[in-house]
């Protein structure tokens, strides 16, 4: 088992930045592909950002490259998302996702992920 709790989210205007992060524990944390997820009201939950086990790949939705950055710091069990010119369109519930499967492994949507956060809710104003 793993828990995902994420924290970070909040109320920004439009061209602010945010700092998501998300806090591990139970089973070995580098064990999982890590990444997040979003679901907007009335929307299906998309694929925003994944890293891999060490850290040093990645991959963005087209929504979020040059904007967004995944990273992960293995010592302390934690992925960040740091998400700078944000845009209204970017409100939504933010959820840690962590995924067993290889980073080669491609990833769209939330078919297969093991594990979930509760999510944390992101409200970007115009």
């Known amino acids: 088992q793993v828990q995902l709790v994420e924290s970070g989210g909040g109320l920004v205007q439009a061209g602010g930045s945010l700092r998501l992060s998300c806090a591990a524990s139970?089973?070995?944390?580098?064990?999982?592909?890590m990444g997040w997820f979003r679901q907007a009201p009335g929307k299906e939950r998309e694929f925003v950002a994944r890293?891999?086990?060490?850290?040093?790949?990645?991959y963005y939705a087209d929504s979020a490259k040059g904007r967004f950055t995944i990273s992960r710091d293995n010592g302390k069990n934690t992925v960040y998302l740091q998400m700078n010119s944000l845009k209204p369109e970017d409100t939504a519930v933010y959820y840690c996702?962590?995924?067993?499967?290889?980073?080669?492994?491609?990833?769209?949507?939330?078919?297969?992920?093991?594990?979930w956060g509760k999510g944390t809710l992101v409200t970007v104003s115009s």
């Open positions: 996702a962590a995924d067993s499967r290889s980073i080669q492994i491609i990833v769209v949507d939330p078919v297969g992920i093991d594990y």
């Open positions: 139970g089973r070995a944390f580098t064990s999982y592909t």
């Open positions: 890293i891999s086990r060490s850290g040093a790949t990645t």
